[in-house]
Each structure stands twice: as structure tokens, then as C-alpha cells.
């Protein structure tokens, strides 16, 4: 059995610890160390999951280069089932190169590579008779990727009784909002950032936003909002979650963590209130690390967290 099945982007990251300032033209400028892991919203997700004793398989397309054997490599040794890879032949593998500068945001440079290649056929239905939930991360920002042809991989799936969990990079400003007007339906966990809300829903307030996506049939919709927390939105409940105070490094994978723990929480029967404890604890862990994986909690670690901190959770 797979308890998750993890769909959508993947990469190969190379990661710089922070360093004092982005060095001149010619400039020579030394950081403590560089990483080179796995990136991406399926990846990441896959790779926490795992972390969590989550049996949990990986359908995503990586190319006929080395990096697309380390990521393979990577995701195996992390105890991910990588039976689901497909390769674009003659392509690259999707790479970022994250550079971290003390006291700033982060800076990317990408490569697409093969992530143009996903389609939503590429999830295994057969697959689908044998997990608990199925996410999605990355939608909006792979081309192939519709809402005609994953709204009904989304329903099929829920039709099994798996849950559908969704997750989104927007890659620019523009018009999204008609691209999810039949997809939201079959959809019972959403969760965009609030950036990435207000793009498409041209709402400011996290509330406001996540009340369009539940106009459009999201079951449950949660802004993330980086320090500032969360807002959860279902039918007959509004919840803000605060943050848990941890010592802050690297923010990549922050999102991708979250999404596990939400899905843990799911996995364990929790409700929506202990949900967005492990959520935000998991999401907490990345950040304390370079990387989008190396710091996250295992199932050991996180229990222990959340015996000893208290999340702020109100109703609203």
C-alpha cells in the first residue's frame, strides 16, 4: 500500500548557505557550504512525508541528464517509491539555483527542463486504488497541466475515496482565476500563499481570498502566509493560526513542509485544528536548515515538538 501519492514539480536544487552580499561582477565571495538535493513542490512534499514514516510514491517527469540519476538516487534513499519517474529523453532536468544572502529574500535562477513535459495523464490511475490522498504541487506554472484533463484525475481519484489535496506556483502576474473554476470542485484541500491568492483573486485579505476559492467548490482553503501564519476556510469554520518560534535560516521548502503535515494530520484522522499543528511544526522545521528538506521533522522529532509548543489557533 502508498498512503500518498505525490504528483507535480520536480528539481534538482543547489543551495548556498547565506552568504554577506551578492558579489560584483568578477567578485569571488565564500559561503560555508552548498548543497545539492531535490527541490520542487512533489518532491519536497514526497521527501517530508517520508520523513514522517508516510508510505508515499513520487509521478513526475525528470530528464536524460546526471541530475535527473541524483534526484532519482535522492528520492530512493529518502524512502520514496520512484516507480512513478518517467524521463523526457533529450531533455534536461529541472534545476534552481537558490542563492541566500543574510538579512534578504531569497534569489532564483531555473531551468525548466523537463517539468514541461508533465501531464496530468502521468498520474497512474491503477495507483490511485491503493492511496489514501493524492496531491498535486505546481499547478499554474507546468504548461501541460489543464483543468480539463486534471479535473477529471482529481474526480476519479475522489471516487476511490482518496483525497485530493492541490498546491500552486504562480509564475507571474496575470489571469488565473478562470483556470480553476472547474477543477475546485474536486479539490478538498487548496493552498496557495497569500501572494499567490492575491494574483488571482485580486483580494488583499487572506480571508476574502480563501472565500472566492470556496465559492468555487474547494472543500477546505488555506492561505498560508509565511511569519505570519495561516487562515483555514471551510464551510463552518474560520480558523488564524499563528507561527512557531524557531531559529530561521533558509525559508525553501517552508510551503512544501506545511502541505506534509496538513496531509499527515489527514492521514492520522485529525481535525482541522491539530491539522494545522503539524502542518505549521513541520513548516517550522525547514526553515532552520538550508535546503528544502535537510531540516524537516521526523515523526519522532515532530511529536516531541508539538508535546512541548503551544500554535495560537483562534476562531475567527
Do not use: W
Amino acid at each position: 500500500m502508498i498512503d500518498v501519492l505525490c504528483a507535480g514539480i520536480i528539481c534538482a536544487d543547489h543551495v548556498c548557505a547565506p552568504v554577506a552580499h551578492l558579489p560584483a561582477a568578477g567578485e569571488l565571495v565564500m559561503t560555508d557550504s552548498m548543497l545539492l538535493t531535490v527541490g520542487g513542490c512533489a518532491a519536497n512534499a514526497a521527501v517530508d512525508l517520508a520523513k514522517m514514516n508516510v508510505r508515499v510514491a513520487i509521478a513526475a517527469r525528470l530528464g536524460s541528464d546526471v541530475f535527473g540519476h541524483v534526484v532519482t538516487d535522492i528520492l530512493r534513499d529518502a524512502q520514496v517509491d520512484v516507480s512513478c519517474l518517467k524521463i523526457s529523453a533529450g531533455v534536461d532536468t529541472s534545476q534552481t539555483l537558490l542563492i541566500n544572502v543574510q538579512g534578504e529574500d531569497r534569489r532564483f535562477i531555473h531551468t525548466f527542463g523537463a517539468n514541461r513535459d508533465f501531464r496530468a495523464r502521468d498520474i497512474p490511475l491503477p495507483l490511485l486504488d491503493r492511496v489514501k490522498v493524492l496531491y498535486l504541487g505546481g499547478y499554474l506554472v507546468m504548461p501541460g497541466v489543464t483543468q480539463d484533463e486534471l479535473a477529471p484525475e482529481f474526480a476519479a481519484a475522489r471516487a476511490r475515496g482518496v483525497k485530493t489535496v492541490l498546491d500552486i506556483v504562480v509564475p507571474a502576474k496575470g489571469e488565473y482565476l478562470s483556470r480553476f473554476d472547474r477543477l475546485l470542485p474536486h479539490v478538498d484541500v487548496f493552498l496557495p500563499n497569500n501572494y499567490e491568492a492575491e494574483v488571482i483573486t485580486g483580494e488583499k485579505d487572506p480571508l476574502k481570498q480563501a472565500d472566492v476559492f470556496q465559492r468555487l467548490g474547494a472543500g477546505t482553503t488555506i492561505i498560508t502566509m509565511g511569519g505570519q501564519g495561516a487562515v483555514l476556510v471551510q464551510k463552518d469554520l474560520r480558523l488564524r493560526s499563528g507561527v512557531y518560534a524557531v531559529p530561521f535560516v533558509d525559508p525553501s521548502g517552508g510551503g512544501d513542509a506545511f502541505d506534509a503535515g496538513y496531509i499527515c494530520g489527514l492521514l492520522d484522522g485529525k481535525g482541522p485544528e491539530d491539522c494545522l499543528r503539524i502542518a505549521s511544526a513541520l513548516g517550522a522545521s525547514c526553515v532552520r536548515a538550508i535546503g528544502t528538506t535537510p531540516g524537516v521533522f521526523t515523526r519522532v522529532e515532530c511529536e516531541a515538538f508539538l508535546r512541548d509548543n503551544e500554535l495560537k489557533i483562534e476562531r475567527i
